[in-house]
């Protein structure tokens, strides 16, 4: 499962963990989280928002196509590793 988050503003990432915390509850799969936004002024990193979350967090900006390849990367990657 990917959750996917606004990294702008520390309200989303609250309502996120909320997220994560009911779904892990309910699924028993393995669930990462895709920190959206990183291109902004002021968005928290990947990593501030991993330790605030406690899954692993991947930093991305949507509106950029060059990023594609990355989601693909981290999908493949992700898929292909056990917990």
């Known amino acids: 499962t990917i959750l996917v988050c606004d990294s702008t503003q520390e309200k989303n990432i609250e309502k996120t963990k909320e997220i994560y ?4 509850n309910h699924l028993g799969a393995k669930i990462i ?3 959206n936004k990183q291109d902004l002024e002021g968005a928290m990193t990947a990593e501030t928002i991993e330790k605030k979350l406690g ?3 991947y930093g991305m ?3 950029r196509p060059e990023l594609r390849s990355r989601m ?3 999908l493949e990657y992700e898929l292909s590793v056990e917990d």
């Open 72 to 74: 693909k990367e981290i």
């Open 61 to 63: 900006s949507a509106l």
């Open 55 to 57: 899954i692993r967090t």
């Open 21 to 24: 915390h009911r779904l892990s």
């Open 33 to 35: 989280a895709i920190a």
